[in-house]
Structures are given as C-alpha cells and as structure tokens.
C-alpha cells in the first residue's frame, strides 16, 4: 500500500487512540463517510483536498474535526471552508519517495495556503535547472533531502539514478530527492506550491504551467474547483481546456471566466474552452482523475442570427473557415466552438489581409463573435476615415 497507511494506522494507536477502517463503499459514497465521521466520534481524519471538497458539499465536515489536508494542491476556497467552524486544519505535503510528510502548514480562515516549511530531520531546496538555488519569489524546483529519504525504487536503478541524485549542499555522499514539483519561497520563509513540472507542456510553440493556469481561474469567487488539460481530441489540434466546479456564491460563466483569467494571463495560456461539472472524477485513492475528464462539447453551429451585412458576411466564412466547421452565425463564440489564441491570430491576419482593417486580440477575447467584431471595425473605421485625396489640377509647377 501506499506509505501514507503507516501514519494512519499506527500514529493513532501509538498514541493511544482508536483507528476507525471505513469501508471501501462508505468511502466513495461522501454522505456515508459523513455519517460515520459523525457516528463514530472521529476527531481526526486526514483525506485529499478532492474528497474533503466531496464531504464538503454532502452534509459538511463536523465541527471540532481535526483535518488534516494532503496529496493534492488544496484550494483557497476549500481551505477557508475547512477552517472555518473552529476546525484545526494543517496542510501536509510530502511524496512517497519522503516518507511521509515532508513539511506542514497550518492554514486559517484567510485562506493563504502554503506548504509551508520543513518538519524535523528534513531539509527542503528550490533549485533551479543548474541546482542552484532561486531567489526568494522565484519559482523552482523542490528537492529534499534528510531521514525520510528512501534509498531508491525497487529493482530500477536506471530511474532511482535520476530521481535520487547527490546533494550538493549535504554532508559528503548524502542524497535529494528531485520532486518535480515547482514551489516558490515567500518572504516569510513559507513555500508555495505552483504545480509539476511534468504539467509544463508546449502548446502552438509556447511553453505553459498548467498549475498556473488553473490558480488564475480559481481566483474567480465563483469557482470552487478547477482542472486544466491540454487535450488533443483532433491529430496535431492541442487545445487548453479549463474544468470547473462552481462555488459556494454562484455558477461560473465560460465567457466571464475568460475575461477573467485573460486579465492576468497571456492570450497563448487561456483556454479555448470551460465545462462545468458537478464534481472532478477522483481515482480509487481520493485524487484527481486527468483522464476520465470529458471532451468538452462545441457550441451550437450557426443558431444566432445570420449576417445582415456584407462585412458580417466576410467575416461569417472567415470564422467558418479558420473553425473548420460549415456555417456560422453573427452570435456564435469564436471560443465555443473550438478557437484558440493561434486561430484567433490567423482571423486577425486574415482579416488584415483581406479587408484591410486591424482588430485587437485582447478586445477579441472579451467580444468574440462576428457582431461584436463588425461593429468594432466598423466603429475604428469611422474614427480613422480621412477625405479622399484630389489629384490638383494646373500648371507643371504646381501640379
């Protein structure tokens, strides 16, 4: 099993405390395990940050539970649930290759979340490729060293070679572990958890963090949970999809979630498309599910209203070309039915091209459909227009 079981099992009854099994049905049902965190008197429990959420939303966490939070990024949102209720809620980190937690946090109502710092007997670096160490704010990667190192994976020391490497800044022959996670140190000393670096994928020739990505769309209030994805549902088409679980204040709008997110981010990094979902599916173990998220669905093709102008025409077959698709009317999404910041600069080449005119790509990610850019060429093309020059008649001197 995993090294996690040792904690749970055996911690509590070192201390004299009593270990309630739940069955494995009671914990893929939220509303049992509930009901059993109630019924049987638990006063400690530690879980995902996927399957508090998941408890959250059936019936709450009982008041006076201790929490403690681990194996997956926990949310602002979640944590500020979680702590309140007078709830004492530490926030755990720590790969199995660390046996078992590697550095703790206790997270209040504010709803900061850091990993915070190491706990006894580690010692914690962010380095950068050449491992060096990075400055304060930079971003990083996490190696840790101390007792809770393992000596390597069982019968293959090609990967335990790569991944257990020798630290530079221990005692001679000692080792690190290199994580794959990128944190960042604050001010205060605390690290902050920005994503894998496996997450870090070339999208239309631009390296992205997928971590980041979904940290600028959990800052919108109404999301409660998000996933992001590079997905790839057509050969050579690679689109960033944004998945989302609503908040506790409102359902989030894929046309406001963009706007949202275009704010802090480049054009290259914001997704092409949000779904809602009810919940993120979870594996077995509690965690986050990336391949059983679905194929988020097109907008409907051509349901607005049809162009009513010969520009709107121009720019209809201009959308329907690019998009791939047969028809497409004046209300239509650019963004709903499948665009992206690379299709959107190609309309803007095109329309360059073909009509002369220059259309912003930021104003394009707030209005993206044909109407709304017809009348923004339209609008830029009243203020720009000059009187047409005269050819001067008259003499040879003056002509």
């Not at 709830?87 to 046996?99: I, K, S």
């Not at 007997?121 to 990075?134: A, K």
């Not at 275009?262 to 599916?281: G, H, K, N, R």
């Not at 790509?361 to 109407?371: C, D, L, N, S």
């Amino acid at each position: 099993g995993f090294d996690i079981a040792g904690l749970e099992l055996f911690l509590p009854l070192l201390h004299g405390a009593r270990v309630v099994l739940a069955p494995r049905d009671v914990v893929r049902d939220p509303v049992a395990l509930v009901s059993l965190v109630r019924a049987c008197g638990a006063t400690l429990m530690q879980a995902t940050p996927s399957l508090w959420q998941a408890m959250s939303e059936a019936g709450g966490v009982p008041e006076g539970l201790r929490v403690l939070v681990g194996g997956e990024a926990l949310p602002a949102s979640l944590a500020r649930a979680l702590a309140g209720g007078g709830r004492a809620v530490t926030n755990l980190y720590g790969p199995t290759e660390t046996t078992i937690w590697s550095t703790a946090a206790e997270v209040t109502a504010s709803g900061d979340v850091t990993i915070g710092g190491p706990i006894a007997n580690t010692r914690l670096y962010v380095l950068d490729s050449g491992l060096r160490p990075v400055p304060v704010g930079v971003a990083g990667e996490l190696y840790i060293a101390g007792a809770g190192l393992a000596r390597g994976y069982h019968r293959r020391s090609g990967l335990s070679a790569e991944r257990f490497v020798a630290d530079p800044y221990g005692a001679a022959g000692t080792r690190m572990y290199r994580t794959g996670d990128l944190v960042r140190r604050t001010s205060a000393g605390d690290l902050e958890y920005i994503g894998r670096t496996d997450f870090q994928v070339k999208v239309r020739g631009f390296r992205i963090e997928l971590g980041e990505i979904e940290n600028a769309v959990l800052g919108h209030p109404d999301v409660g949970r998000a996933a992001v994805v590079v997905r790839e549902d057509a050969p050579g088409d690679k689109r960033i999809v944004a998945y989302v679980v609503h908040g506790p204040d409102g359902s989030p709008d894929g046309d406001v979630l963009r706007k949202h997110v275009a704010v802090s981010l480049p054009e290259y990094m914001v997704p092409s498309a949000f779904v809602t979902l009810d919940a993120l599916p979870l594996t077995p173990n509690g965690k986050l599910d990336r391949a059983a998220l679905p194929a988020p669905a097109l907008g409907a093709l051509g349901e607005g209203r049809p162009p009513r102008n010969e520009l709107e025409e121009t720019l209809c077959g201009l959308f329907a070309e690019l998009l791939g698709v047969s028809v497409v009317s004046i209300d239509d999404d650019f963004f709903g039915l499948g665009g992206h910041s690379l299709l959107a600069n190609r309309l803007a080449a095109r329309v360059r091209s073909e009509l002369g005119k220059e259309i912003s790509i930021r104003a394009f990610f707030e209005k993206p459909t044909v109407a709304a850019l017809a009348e923004s060429l339209a609008q830029a093309t009243a203020t720009t227009t000059r009187p047409a020059l005269r050819r001067r008649t008259g003499t040879k001197e003056n002509s």
